[in-house]
Structure formats: C-alpha cells, structure tokens
C-alpha cells in the first residue's frame, strides 16, 4: 500500500477546507444543527473512542470526528470521557448483515450512554458512521438507536465512460477526475473526497475506463497507475475495475488472433489477469462491451458471448468477475432494434460461468428518457443478471437540466416482469431474490467530471446519491432518498424541502413531456444527442436515425411493436406482452412505444393523439415554468452562489423545453396536417429553420 499518500490524504480529509459554498462537499456539508435543535440530535460532548489500527477504522473514526465537529462541535476525548456518553466503534459478528452490513445500537454502560456502530467487518463500520451522521444531518432524533441495514445487492458499482486523454463520452461535467498523466507518482488528493461520497452511499466498485476501451489500459504502465487508485480507495471499501477491449491478445499480445477458442488467446488473458492482480490484490474484474457499435468481440471470429465471456472468466476465476454488457445490435439492418439484446442473450440462459453477470440496460434501446423495462429481465433465470442505470443525462438534457432521475429508476425496479407471477418486479431480479441469484449488480454511468460541484450541476449531484441508495436497497422510495439529498445538500427547513422535493419528483415526468411525449422515443439530435432532431435519417444504419423509431407519416404515428408489426411484446412474459399490445391495457405513457395509430385515435382523455401529444409538450414547458418559479421562492434558505448557478440553468432549461416542444411540433405537423389544439400556438420558426440548426462543439461525444 502506498502508506506515505495515504496518510496525507488522510491528514486532508481530517480536516474540512474552508471554501464557498459551491457544491464540492456534495451531501457531506456537516454544516452546523441549529442551537435550539441541536440538544436531540447528538450530544454535544460525545466522545469517540479509540479505534483498531486498520485503514478503513481509522477512516471511519476520522469521518465521525469530521461530522461531529462540523455538526454539534468537537467531540470530547474518550480518554478525558464525556458525560453525554461514547460512540463506539466495533468490529465484531452481526447475525444477518453479511460483510457489509452494520447494527447502531445505544446503550447504558455503567449509567453512561454508549453508542454502538458496528460491523461483521470494518467496512460495514465505516457504512454506519454514515448513516449516523444522515442522521444529524436530516434532523433525527439519536438519542435512542436500533438500527441494522444491510445491502441487497452484493456489487454497487459507478462505470466511468472516462478516457485516457481525460475526456469524458457523455460527461458534461469536465474532465476526467482520473489525471492517468500524472499516476501513480501523484495522486489528487480529490481521489479521496471521491472515495468517501462513493461510501457514503454505499458503493463500492468503480470502472476507471470507458467500455469503448483502449488496450492501453492494459498495459503494465496503465496497471500501475489504476494500482496507485485502487490503494486510495481501498480503506473506503471500493474495488477498482477495468474495461477491456477484446483485441487486447493482437494489440499487446502480438497475436493475429483474439478468437476465445485459441489457447494462445486463453493463455494470454490469463497472464494478463495474473499480472494485474499481482499489482491489485482486490482487483474486481473485467467489464466487457463487444460485438457493439464497431466494438471487437467474439463473434468477430464466428463465437458467442458464451464463448467470450466464459474465457476471461476462467482467466479471472475466483479471484473477481466478468462484466458481460448486453447493449449489442447485430451488422444486419434489424426489423426492430428493441429486440436484438433478448435474441442474443436469451438462448444462452444458464450456459455463462457463475462469476459471470450479464449487465443489461434498463431499457432496450438507449437510456432514452422514459423505455419500458428490458424483456431480458425475468427471462434469464439461470444467469447472473446486472442492471445498468444512466446517472449521466446523455439523453435528458445534459447538466443544465434538472431532471432528477430517482423516479425514472422507481419505475423500473418496481415493473413487475410476471415471469414467477404477479410481484416478480424488476428489483426482485436484480438483488436475486426472484431466483435465487448470489452474485448480482447495479452499475450506473457516472455523471462525476473535474467541475468544482462534481456532476455539471448540484441537481445532478442528486442522480449520483440515489443511484447509490437504490443499489443499497432497489425497492427504497426515491422521493425519500429525495428528501434526505435535499435536507444534507441545502437545508432541513420545511419551507424549502417540501417545495423543492416536489419540484424534484416531478421533473422527469416534465422532461418526458417536453422531449418524447406518449412513447416516443430516440427523437434527438444526430451523434450528439443534444436538442430535438425527429426528422434524423439517412447515414450507416437506419437504426440510428429518428425516423426508424417515430415511423410518422399521414396515417399517424408510433412503432408498432405488437404482433402485427416486430412483434417485440412476445419477448415479455404472456401477461405482460398481451397488456403492451391492447390499447386497452397499455399504459399511454407507453402508447407510442408499442402502438402505431392514426393522428386521430381517441386517448383516454378525449383528445386525438395529435391533440394530445401537442398538449403534451406544452404541459413539459409549463412545469419548468413552475421550477423557476419553485426555486426563485426557495431563495431564503440557499446560498447565493448555488442558487444563482440552479436559476441560471433553469432558464437555459426553460428555453430548451420550449425548442423541443416547438421544433417537434413543427415536424410532426408536417405529417398530421391538422390544426393545433386551442390556446396552443404556433413555432416560432419553419421546419426548415430548425432542421438546419447544427451544434458542431456539443460537449461529450
């Protein structure tokens, strides 16, 4: 371990540099309770005992010093004692809690009140010093506790789209926090403010490089360097992993060949994995995208993604994991891109190796603002199947729109796949309760870039905290996660949580609207995905243009995915399927999704789709009205430099909706040919005004 950087950082994160209030503390702010409250929440005196010499023990005595100083002033030496009582640290066996799992528990010792945070190991310490200063921060009462939590999903894990040059493919928040020139002589103290907010949370692996890799990566200089990270953040709990590019065996290797039936080929990511965990103890393994979007792979050489990932398995072994991605789409032009994931995966159920997960999307296109469930999700019983989240906001506007994704994650994990019947939600899948997986995953596309305030925006640090708290736990309430990130980012006083949670809760729903209304879907703009595009068509594959997904014409709209078009319902358990294809059971949000239909089908409140769908967009644009007003009324309780940056954005925010909303309307008009609703009015520009607007510099491609 590298001891002598450790303990410098260590040293800085000991002590809270003071610094404006610009969105770098994230939800660890440990600003001061308020006088009058401050005797309920924690004693003020409490004193910290004296802790085992592990890292990880020591980083969590460290953390309780740090928030109980910033909380309720500097904790009294447990050696000079306390009349308020001891916070105790322990390492010892909870029946229940597994590894990561911790118990806080107070009791009276000799007439004096001792606190007990404890773990089966002392990361789960480190997990319930955390939770007890959520605790102060969101104003609950710790005079009396009883707590035990432990997480549902085993790998709670952040996948950086992050580059060797440090740029960042979907990032909108700067560059790469990861400065690989500079590794492993020196690394940034931020590494460790990092490693904590991850902890904080409860995450504990992180993909340092992009899925579309470099072999570079892989080279023994790129494996000193993710070395030097991972001693960093192995007091905080977190394991290192790797992408890899398939072609590493001919790139590094000298081979003329990466076919997973070679032995030489075999034999080459063996020693590759040796090496890397001779430098990484804990390594955790390889994430693999392949056979997608012009990336190598197997199938490259005629084999399966059996054949590719039961290899680097057996080169792992028991040591970590493979990371099998399922977002692929095959060379041929398909009938329907939605299905290509289930087509090649499905067939394979139960032939993978066990220290093999299959990470799967939430949706089966693209992290598109609203996609229902992936079909692979309760179709792959005998796999270990991961889901993969976007914190990232690729589609939803980038950082300067708040869209706060928690329930955009809800409603996912709580669709029921019926595939053992009725409650067999997508979350029961994930945290392997529905068959009785051990190894499961929830990974999400980090959104963290060198921007002072972390993410792009201080909303968008919001993504990253429920992100971490769904992995934690898929079936908790996004909107008390919500309430929790607002109390520990901004302020406890209702006047301000009520309003601005609400605002939050409502705001991908508003989102949807403005963008992709009733169904649709992948109606962006062309490679960079910034701004409405619906009329994008043309180029290297149909499939990656606007037109192939909205199928506008004079007859209507929608992509008909029922048994008389792709017949994509089928690969839904028989419930489920039957209800997306019955415009009597499907849900409207999903209408468009599953359904081509006239411009003049009756929705469910009276309107013509054509009228409901301009309706639509219009109601998008109006609740961002409603957030700058929100936040403009929240003033009193938010320092000026994060409110003035929220209302800044809100605007761009504002401006955006209303070109989605009237550039959409403008070309799907040109089809339906009917009049707009009363009271909605025209776009501003011609069609041909907006289909030549052009934004060569759009950041993260």
């Known amino acids: 371990m590298r001891l002598l950087a450790f303990a410098a950082a260590l040293l800085l994160m000991g002590s809270a540099t003071a610094h404006a209030e610009d969105g770098y503390d994230l939800w660890l702010r440990y600003k001061p309770v308020e006088a009058a409250a401050k005797a309920p929440y924690a004693a003020r005196a409490a004193a910290v005992a004296p802790v085992a010499n592990t890292p990880t023990l020591k980083v969590a005595r460290a953390e309780l010093e740090r928030g109980l100083t910033g909380l309720v002033g500097k904790p009294a030496s447990a050696a000079a004692g306390s009349r308020d009582g001891v916070i105790q640290l322990t390492v010892a066996p909870q029946a229940g809690l597994g590894d990561e799992g911790y118990r806080i528990r107070t009791t009276a010792v000799n007439g004096k009140k001792t606190t007990v945070i404890a773990g089966s190991k002392d990361i789960g310490v480190l997990y319930g010093v955390f939770r007890y200063l959520e605790l102060i921060q969101t104003r609950q009462p710790v005079e009396s506790l009883d707590i035990a939590s432990a997480p549902k999903v085993k790998l709670r894990m952040l996948n950086h789209w992050d580059n060797l040059n440090r740029t960042v493919e979907r990032g909108y928040s700067g560059q790469s926090i990861f400065d690989w020139w500079r590794l492993p002589g020196h690394v940034d103290p931020r590494m460790v403010d990092y490693a904590r907010a991850n902890a904080s949370i409860g995450i504990n692996g992180t993909v340092l490089n992009n899925v579309n890799a470099k072999a570079d990566s892989l080279t023994p200089a790129y494996i000193a360097k993710a070395a030097a990270l991972a001693d960093t953040f192995r007091p905080y709990g977190i394991r290192v992993y790797l992408s890899a590019r398939w072609s590493a065996p001919v790139e590094l290797g000298g081979l003329k060949t990466a076919d997973p039936l070679d032995p030489a080929v075999a034999a080459f990511w063996k020693a590759?994995?040796?090496?890397?965990?001779?430098?990484?103890?804990?390594?955790?393994?390889?994430?693999?995208?392949?056979?997608?979007?012009?990336?190598?792979?197997p199938q490259d050489y005629g084999r399966t993604h059996v054949d590719g990932a039961n290899m680097l398995a057996d080169a792992v072994g028991n040591r970590g994991v493979v990371i099998w991605r399922a977002f692929v789409y095959s060379h041929e032009q398909p009938d329907d891109r939605a299905k290509q994931g289930y087509n090649e995966f499905k067939p394979?159920?139960?032939?993978?190796?066990?220290?093999?997960v299959i990470q799967v999307k939430n949706g089966a296109i693209d992290f598109q603002p609203r996609e229902p469930f992936h079909p692979l999700f309760g179709a792959m019983p005998k796999s270990n199947l991961g889901m993969e989240f976007q914190i990232?906001?690729?589609y939803l506007g980038f950082s300067t729109h708040l869209v706060y994704l928690g329930p955009m994650y809800e409603e996912t994990l709580r669709a029921d796949t019926m595939a053992k019947g009725k409650g067999s939600t997508v979350a029961k899948v994930v945290d392997g309760q529905l068959d009785g997986r051990k190894l499961t995953v929830m990974a999400g596309v980090a959104n963290i870039g060198t921007d002072r305030n972390w993410s792009g925006s201080q909303f968008d640090q919001a993504n990253w905290y429920v992100f971490g708290r769904l992995a934690w736990d898929p079936e908790a309430s996004t909107k008390d996660i919500a309430t929790d990130w607002a109390k520990m980012t901004f302020s406890n006083d209702?006047?301000?949580?009520?309003?601005?949670?609400?605002?939050?809760?409502g705001s991908r729903e508003a989102t949807v609207d403005y963008m992709t209304p009733l169904g649709l879907h992948h109606q962006m703009g062309?490679?960079?995905?910034?701004?409405?595009?619906?009329?994008?068509?043309?180029?290297?594959?149909?499939?990656?243009?606007?037109?192939?997904y909205a199928k506008a014409g004079p007859d209507g709209l929608g992509f008909d995915r029922t048994p008389t078009g792709s017949n994509a319902t089928a690969q839904y358990a028989p419930a489920v399927g039957a209800c997306f294809a019955d415009l009597k059971c499907v849900d409207e949000k999903d209408l468009l999704w599953f359904h081509h239909l006239s411009w003049d089908y009756r929705l469910k409140s009276g309107d013509t789709l054509w009228d409901g769908l301009v309706k639509r967009y219009g109601l998008g644009v109006k609740y961002v009205d409603g957030m700058e007003t929100t936040w403009a009324s929240v003033a009193p309780y938010v320092d000026a430099q994060r409110h003035a940056e929220v209302a800044d954005y809100l605007k761009i925010q504002r401006d955006?909706?209303?070109?989605?909303?009237?550039a959409s309307v403008a070309w799907f008009g040109s089809f339906s040919k009917r009049p707009l609703p009363t009271g909605e009015k025209a776009p501003p520009k011609t069609l041909e005004e907006y289909e030549a607007m052009t934004f060569p510099y759009a950041p993260g491609i």
């Open 272 to 297: 590759k994995a040796d090496e890397i965990y001779k430098a990484i103890p804990d390594f955790g393994g390889f994430l693999v995208k392949a056979n997608s979007e012009g990336q190598p792979g």
């Open 348 to 356: 394979f159920d139960g032939q993978f190796r066990d220290n093999v």
């Open 392 to 394: 990232t906001k690729e």
């Open 494 to 505: 209702p006047r301000f949580v009520k309003p601005v949670v609400e605002m939050m809760m």
């Open 526 to 548: 062309r490679s960079h995905h910034y701004g409405p595009g619906p009329w994008v068509a043309g180029g290297e594959r149909a499939d990656w243009t606007s037109v192939y």
């Open 656 to 662: 955006e909706a209303q070109w989605w909303r009237d």
